[in-house]
C-alpha cells in the first residue's frame, strides 16, 4: 500500500526541534502518555467539528501530524476503512502508547511511527488527508514542516488543523497560568513554537500559501474544555500539569496560589464535571497541482 513512511532506527529531528524532542522524550511527553484518556476527553468538543471538516472517505490515504496517543490516527483509521492513517510524532511514549491502544482496540489499519513531520522523508504525493489536532503548532521551523506535508499530499489533498484562537480567548489557560503566577510576571506561552503560534489567521493563511496550499478557510469553533468529573479529580490534574509555574514560590505563597486555583476552579464545577471554556480555529486547505 502506497504511504508507508520510510522506516528508520530513531527519529532525527530537524535541528530547530530538538529542543521538543528532548520535551516530548522526557517528562512532557511522560505526562501526557499518563494522562492520554483525560487530554482526550478535555478537547472531546472539538472531535465532531474536526472530523466533520476532515470527511475521510473509506478509501483515503491518511497522515495524523503530531498525533500524540493516536486517537485521532485510530478514528481516522477506522472512517478510512479500505484505506489506512499513519501517526507520527517526535514522542516515543506516546507512539509506544498508540500503538498498543490501536492493537487492543482492533484497528489494524492504525500505523504510527515515531517521527519529525516537518523533515521526515515521506514519499511524494502519497497520502490523500493530513490532519492534525494540535500537533501544528510546535514546529521549529513552520514554512518547512507545511512544505513538507504538501509535498506528502496528492495534488488535491486536503489539509486539515485545529489550532487554539488566541491566548485571551482561552479561558482555561489564561486563568490557570495566571492564578498560579501568584502575581508575579511570569513568560507566556505566546510564541513560536508553542500552542498560540497558529492563533493568527493571517499567519496561518501566509504559511500554508507560501507552502503550496491553496483555498485556506478558517472557521472558529467554542467549545467547553473538560478538566475532570468533579472538583477534587479536576485540581489534582490541573495542579500536576501546571505545577511547574509554582517554581521559585516559597511554602506560603505556594499554598496561597493553590487554594486560589481550587477556589476559582470551584466556580466551574457543573453537573457534567470542571468545565473552561475555549476557543479553536479549525483550518482547512488543499494542496496545489504543482
Known amino acids: 500500500m502506497t504511504g508507508e513512511a520510510a522506516s528508520v532506527d530513531a527519529v532525527v529531528p530537524d535541528p530547530s526541534n530538538a529542543e521538543q524532542l528532548r520535551d516530548w522524550n522526557g517528562d512532557a511527553g511522560a505526562f501526557w502518555a499518563a494522562h492520554a484518556e483525560r487530554l482526550n476527553e478535555g478537547v472531546a468538543g472539538y472531535h465532531g467539528h474536526f472530523f466533520e471538516a476532515a470527511a475521510i472517505d473509506a478509501k483515503a490515504d491518511v497522515i495524523d501530524i503530531g498525533c500524540g496517543s493516536g486517537q485521532t490516527t485510530r478514528d481516522a483509521a477506522r472512517r478510512a476503512s479500505d484505506g489506512f492513517a499513519l501517526g507520527v510524532d517526535l514522542s516515543s ?81 489564561r486563568t490557570f497560568l495566571g492564578v498560579l503566577a501568584a502575581g508575579r510576571e511570569l513568560p507566556l506561552p505566546l510564541g513560536a513554537p508553542g500552542p498560540f503560534s497558529l492563533s493568527d489567521p493571517e499567519r496561518v493563511r501566509h504559511l500554508l500559501t507560501s507552502a503550496g496550499f491553496t483555498d485556506v478557510r478558517l472557521r472558529g469553533v467554542s467549545e467547553p474544555m473538560y478538566f475532570g468529573p468533579d472538583l477534587d479529580d479536576a485540581y489534582r ?52 497541482p504543482a
Open 93 to 173: 511514549r506516546m507512539i509506544d502508547l498508540a500503538r498498543r491502544t490501536a492493537e487492543r482496540e482492533r484497528v489494524p489499519n492504525a500505523r504510527f511511527e515515531q517521527a519529525d513531520a516537518q523533515n521526515h522523508p515521506f514519499a511524494d504525493r502519497s497520502f490523500d488527508i493530513a490532519i492534525s489536532r494540535n500537533g501544528t503548532m510546535f514546529f521549529g521551523d513552520p514554512e518547512a514542516a507545511f512544505a513538507n506535508i504538501a509535498r506528502a499530499l496528492r495534488p488535491g489533498g486536503r489539509l486539515v488543523l485545529m489550532t487554539w484562537q488566541p491566548f485571551e480567548e482561552n479561558e482555561w489557560i
Open 237 to 288: 490534574f490541573v495542579s500536576t500539569q501546571f505545577g511547574g509555574r509554582l517554581d521559585g514560590l516559597d511554602a506560603d505563597a505556594r499554598a496561597r496560589a493553590l487554594d486560589a486555583l481550587r477556589a476559582g476552579m470551584a466556580e466551574h464545577d457543573t453537573d457534567r464535571g470542571v468545565l473552561y471554556d475555549s476557543a479553536a480555529w479549525i483550518t482547512v486547505a488543499r494542496r496545489g
